[in-house]
């Protein structure tokens, strides 16, 4: 079993099903029974592997995070409430007061969000830089550093930063590297293969199976020591290449109760199995689609890595070979011409959302990123024309259509 | 061979035993999921074959997807 839709389709159960079923059942239950008192300890202790209470583990969840397992070729994964609560749980796993995370300010607004206004206060700081630019990664890297964290694909901005040279610049550091693979997953990017340490990523998106469910996932690619992260040392000596994850399952996961419902991990278990089909169908749209834009001479400008005409089309091309993700970004003239191109649509819909099977649009700077200022919109590449599009699997024909009859009105 | 295996005494008929042959004689459920600790220190899936056990012996099997509850 090779090829990744044969896995996704197959995958790998840990534990038989005692009727032989076919799909791994949903286990929609919050507590197991143990045989004797005896093995209740062992379960609690970890010395068993039984399920106890489904805020800790749950028999579909653990399916869900083996499969995922499975096509990541992970170490091990932990499946959570969202993809925020991958990011938080992750750093706070790895991070302490007085510690810092470098980043970028080309972020998922409520990624910066976290970091600015949600830990700041607890005495851990980001240090932002252009991940364009990795000199500056020796600059602002020092002994308090816990992460380098940053997007595959930058959200909003659609910048590709290159991923193997910041894992080189982080190895001689000893610092780990987080990438939050939401927009590529490994069907299109197997981040362990270029470096990355840990993967984080919103399993809402493109795993949901369109958007059925919310969910979140941090994976281990087993590259990094933890026993070089500070707050994972014990935990390293006791269970070596497993700390991250037993410390996240056994401790702060378990602590913060950011839980994924088992409903949703057996709604992701089916996503799962259509994910390369959604995939291939929705970067090609997206490809269609940018073509689109950049010739019809009604917008002014477009962005999508998978345009010659983008700056990160060479980064994106050597590490998405020809998948490019179904988001794309393009600006009107300004606010006023997005909200009427926006609301002459008929398909495509107005939310918020990626990756969903519907094409959807929104205006970012009023929405994702209204709590910011002019300023800070403005250092985080978000501008008042700009609008994004993550683009479906509808018929791409229709898809152009719509976009052709709004840009006509505007 | 007289160990200590997840906190209970266990005696272990096999005197040149290393860990795979007590994870064999216990059938540790789920080995793939399991971290083994030899005297308070992890052990490495590879060294398995090659760690030999010593009378007194303290081994823990270790599984990363239980850590108590409600």
Known sequence: MKGFSTKAVHGKSLRKDPHGALRFPLYDAVAFESESARDLQLAFEGRKPAHTYSRITNPSIEDFEQRVNLLAESLGVVAVSSGMAAISNLILTIAEAGSNIVTTKFLFGNTYSLLETTLKPWGLTARYINMEDTDQLHRVINEKTRAIFLEIITNPQLQVPDIREICRVAGEYAVPVILDGTLTTPYIFKSKDFGVSVEVMSSTKYISGGATSVGGLIMDNGIFDWEKCPKLVDSAR???????????????????????????????????????????????????????????????????????????????????????????????????????????????????????????????????????????????????????????????????????LSLEGV | MKLKVNGEIYAFENASATLIDLLREREVELPEMVSVQLNGAFVKKESYASTRLEENDEVEFLYFMAGGGA
């Open chain 1, 238 to 404: 006791k269970y070596g290449e497993f700390a991250l994850v037993t410390k996240l399952k056994r401790e702060v996961f378990r602590n913060l109760g950011a839980c994924l419902s088992p409903h949703n991990a057996y709604l992701q278990t089916l996503g799962l199995e259509t994910l390369s089909l959604r995939i291939d169908k929705s970067c090609s749209n997206a490809l269609r689609v940018s073509q689109y834009l950049e010739t019809c001479g009604k917008v002014r400008s477009v962005n999508y890595p998978g345009l010659k005409s983008s700056r990160c089309h060479e980064v994106a091309k050597a590490q998405f070979k020809d998948k490019f993700g179904g988001i794309l970004t393009f600006e009107l003239e300004n606010k006023d011409r997005c909200y009427a191109f926006m609301d002459g649509l008929r398909l495509i819909k107005r939310a918020t959302n990626l990756n969903d099977n519907k094409t959807l649009i929104i205006h970012p700077a009023s929405t994702i990123f209204c709590e910011y200022s002019p300023e800070e919109k403005a250092a985080m590449g978000v501008s008042d024309s700009l609008l994004r599009l993550s683009v479906g699997i509808e018929d791409v024909e229709d898809i152009i259509e719509d976009i052709h």
